[in-house]
């Protein structure tokens, strides 16, 4: 039943439109692909996890005190 829908209106669109659906079709099997290795891997979570950055950015001592440049504007 819904192969027969999709196909219909497949066939109705123009040649341009059939080939961004293909091109959409390929991208959602290659990420479903994709998400089947990671499961089998033990892998369910999405990359980067949070706090996967942890101890790449340093924020200073001073990061909410006042900037002296613009003492002038306060």
């Known amino acids: 039943m819904i192969e027969e829908k999709i196909l219909s209106k497949f ?23 994709i998400l089947k290795d990671k499961e089998k891997s033990g892998e369910s979570e999405p990359y980067p996890r949070f706090g996967s950055g942890k101890g790449y950015y340093i924020i200073s001592e001073n990061f909410d005190e006042p900037i002296e440049d613009f003492k002038d504007y306060m």
């Open 11 to 33: 066939e109705l669109m123009p040649k341009p439109f059939q080939k961004e659906v293909l091109d959409f079709m390929e991208f959602l099997i290659h990420k479903h692909s």
